[in-house]
Nanobody, 117 residues
């Protein structure tokens, strides 16, 4: 099975930038859709951005124009610009397996992003 590990979280000033990385390890024999989610204490985990199996990219309205998602082989990136305090959250990488394989979601452990005002 694959494992996911998020890197690049940290502290940034409002208006600053951070770049998150999701490293996928293991043998990938199936089709995977990669995406980013985030969660703050007491709230539900929410979708941030994703790349579909046909390479279609989507963004949550709250991050549109500020965040950029990209993928190179088994590494997923999230470039975050013009950060706001409301972006503070634990960011998770998600991989959804499909195609000819059984559908299954994989999650990373998360990386904390804190944006100060």
């Amino acid at each position: 099975q694959i494992t996911l590990k998020e890197l690049g979280g940290g502290v940034a000033q409002a208006g600053g930038s951070l770049r998150l990385t999701c490293e996928a390890s293991g043998v990938n024999r199936c089709q995977y859709e990669m995406s980013w989610y985030r969660q703050v204490p007491g709230k539900e985990r929410e979708f941030v951005s994703g790349i579909d199996s046909d390479d279609t990219i989507t963004y949550a309205e709250s991050v549109k124009g500020r965040f950029t998602i990209s993928q190179v082989k088994n590494t997923l990136y999230l470039q975050m610009d013009s950060l706001k305090p409301d972006d503070t959250a634990m960011y998770y990488c998600k991989s959804t397996r499909g195609g000819v394989c059984d559908e299954l979601d994989f999650w990373g452990q998360g990386t904390q992003v804190t944006v100060s005002s």
